[in-house]
Structure formats: structure tokens, C-alpha cells
């Protein structure tokens, strides 16, 4: 008969409990989260939200085992899932530090190709440059600090001799050393990163100047501007807005660590910096790797031949700026 379902096989029963993964849909959201997570930037996103999450955590639930402490709901007035967490939030603040052990790659990647493709603008280009200094700064320090942190190295340095570059020739240790102070050499990492994010919101005024700059000039043909370049220039702008974001939500956090006493007394406003900071990253960082839909052809008006030579197609000045390697993983 047509509706008689099938027998209970072992295969059929094989198929229904092992093979269940089989009647769930594909979901573009997870082939994306995937995708996103991926990457070292990603990943380090989401490390990021988490982080500073449970930071933000940690204080409310001691606040509230004392509320419940003073009204007798609590034994004693501390929070034992607090502790755990702040311990999984310095977990995440020790890995992520760990993870940006090599992130002097990008930087010397990102600086070569700076000068291969400058920027338009001189100001652009020399604004560029100076975050690329600033960052060969930072990271070696924040390097030696992690390092330091964990006893890897000593906090003396011996200086190599000369005999250690002659083979053949038994070298006797130095006498000099550099030595390595903890505070010191958090406090100059940070003052470089903080370097670089001043310098990034003059980036980013730069850019807005150039995008400004663009629309008008398009507004002024007689055309005016397509409905594609008037949808390239509203995501342009949301991206200088996103990014701005970003960058006013580090500059307390970098101008709070680059001094010896800090300028915030409670350290929940830097806390809630860096879970702004870390959600508009995260937003920039999803919208980036969205896939692009595909045009349809059929959709595109069809081209007359001509005799003529086309003229070269000219970008936008905007398109040929090279973007910094982006301090989201901070």
C-alpha cells in the first residue's frame, strides 16, 4: 500500500538515531559563524566580548551576594560563581595576550604594503606610517611584559659579549644586563597603542573629509550618483562610524593604563570600554566576512559594441587606502 511507512530495519533505525543531523536544515548563520571564528581576528572578537562580559559580571554578583548577605538570604557575603569567573577571565586575558605573540606579522606585512600603495593624501600616508612605528613599539614590549609576567625570562638581560659572534672562541657571560621592570614595560606598550588609536581617529577624520569630498563631487554631475555608489557611500559611512566607535572606546582604556595611577578610580568604566569596543568590533568584523551576493547576469543591461577603446576604469580614492591591521584583539 502506498501509505505503509517503512520497516523498522536496523539500517532505518541506524539512519534515525546516528544519521539525525540529517533533518537539520543547512543555516547560512553557522556557515558564517564558522567562517568568522576561523580567523585569528575573529576569534579573538569573541574572546574579547567574553572577557570583558565577565568582568562586568564578576562585581554585580559580589554586589549581589552582599545584598542577600545583609538581608539573610546568604551565609557570608561573597559570590563563589563570581570567582570562578574572574578566574575564566583571566584565563581569556592571559590567552588572547599569548595569541598576539606574532602580531608583528600583519604589521610588517601591512607597512610594506603601505608603501607599495600609498595613500591618497600625504597627511593619510604620514599618519599611516607613524602607526606603523608605533606598533613596532608596542608589541615587542608587550611581549617582553607577557613574558616577564610569567617568570619566562629573567628581569636582567646579559648583554651578548663579543667573542659570542666569534666561532671557535669560549665567551665568558657579560656584565652588563638591561634590566626589566613589569610597570615599566606595561606602561610604555600601552602608551604606543595609545599612540596609535589617537592617531587612528585622525585617520578616521581624514577619511570622512575624503568621503564627504567624493559625494559632492558625485551630487554635482549630471547624472548624479547611482543608486550603487549611493549604497557604497551609506556603508562607507556606517563602517567610519562603527570604527569610531571602536576607537573612542579604547582611548580611555589606553590613556587609563598609560599612566602610573590611571585616571579612573572605579575600573567598571573601563570594563564597559572594552565590551563597546569589543561589540562594534564584532559587528565590523561579522559585515566583513559576509559573503557577497553573486549578480545575476540577466539582471545587467546588455553592452552595445563599439569601435572605441573604453576608458580604465578609476576607482575611488577611498578604495585604495590601506587599512590598518586592526587593534580589536587588544
Given at each position: 500500500m502506498?501509505?505503509q511507512?517503512?520497516?523498522l530495519?536496523l539500517?532505518?533505525?541506524?539512519d ?13 548563520t553557522l556557515d558564517?559563524l ?8 575573529g576569534?579573538?572578537?569573541l574572546f574579547m566580548?567574553m572577557?570583558y562580559?565577565v568582568k562586568l559580571l564578576?562585581?554585580?554578583?559580589h554586589?549581589r551576594?552582599r545584598?542577600q548577605?545583609?538581608a539573610?538570604?546568604?551565609k ?9 569567573l574572574g578566574k ?5 586575558s592571559?590567552a588572547r595576550?599569548?595569541f598576539?605573540i606574532?602580531?608583528l606579522?600583519?604589521?610588517?606585512q ?8 600609498p595613500?591618497p ?12 612605528w ?13 613574558l ?12 651578548p659579549?663579543v667573542?659570542a ?8 657571560p657579560?656584565?652588563k644586563?638591561i634590566?626589566?621592570?613589569l610597570?615599566?614595560l606595561?606602561?610604555?606598550s600601552?602608551?604606543?597603542?595609545a599612540a596609535?588609536?589617537v592617531?587612528?581617529l585622525a585617520?578616521?577624520?581624514e577619511?570622512g573629509k575624503?568621503?564627504?569630498l567624493r559625494?559632492r563631487?558625485?551630487?554635482k554631475?549630471?547624472t548624479g550618483?547611482s543608486?550603487?555608489?549611493?549604497e557604497?557611500i551609506s556603508k562607507?559611512?556606517?563602517a ?5 566607535i571602536?576607537?573612542?572606546?579604547y ?5 587609563h593604563?598609560?599612566t602610573?595611577?590611571?585616571?579612573f578610580?572605579n575600573?567598571v568604566w573601563?570594563d ?5 569596543a569589543?561589540?562594534?568590533?564584532w559587528?565590523s ?5 559576509a559573503?557577497k551576493?553573486?549578480?545575476n547576469?540577466?539582471?545587467?543591461p ?6 572605441e577603446k573604453l576608458?580604465?576604469?578609476v576607482d575611488d580614492v577611498?578604495?585604495d ?5 586592526s587593534?580589536?584583539?587588544m
Open positions: 502506498a501509505g511507512s517503512k520497516p530495519t539500517a532505518r533505525l541506524e534515525l538515531t546516528l544519521g539525525s543531523f540529517a533533518f537539520v536544515p543547512s543555516s547560512e558564517h564558522v567562517r568568522f571564528l576561523s580567523t585569528w581576528s576569534s579573538d572578537k566580548i572577557q562580559t564578576v562585581p554585580f554578583l554586589w551576594a545584598l548577605y545583609n539573610g538570604l546568604r557570608a557575603p561573597l559570590s563563589a560563581s563570581a570567582n570562578r575564566l577571565g583571566g584565563i581569556i592571559d595576550m599569548l598576539r606574532w602580531g606579522l600583519p604589521i610588517f601591512w607597512m610594506i604594503a603601505m608603501e607599495r600603495s595613500a593624501t600625504r597627511k593619510l600616508r604620514t599618519i599611516e606610517r607613524l602607526q606603523g608605533s606598533m613596532l613599539a608596542y608589541y615587542p614590549l608587550e611581549h617582553l611584559y607577557y616577564l609576567s610569567h617568570s619566562i625570562i629573567p628581569e636582567k638581560l646579559a648583554l659579549s667573542t659572534f666569534v666561532p671557535f672562541i669560549r665567551t665568558r657579560s656584565e644586563h634590566p626589566l621592570k610597570s615599566t606595561g606602561l610604555w600601552t602608551r604606543f597603542w596609535y588609536v592617531l587612528q585617520h578616521l577624520g577619511d575624503l568621503l564627504r559625494e563631487t558625485l551630487a554631475t549630471k550618483a543608486a550603487a555608489e549611493k557604497d562607507r559611512k556606517k567610519l562610524t562603527n570604527e569610531l571602536v576607537n573612542l572606546a582611548l580611555p582604556l589606553t590613556l593604563w598609560s602610573e595611577k590611571g585616571i578610580e575600573e573601563l564597559i570600554c572594552g565590551l563597546i569589543g561589540i562594534a568590533s559587528r568584523g561579522w559585515e566583513a566576512t559573503l551576493p553573486t549578480p547576469l540577466a539582471d545587467m546588455p553592452m552595445e559594441p563599439t569601435e576608458a580604465p576604469n577611498l578604495k587606502v590601506i587599512e590598518a591591521p587593534l580589536d584583539e
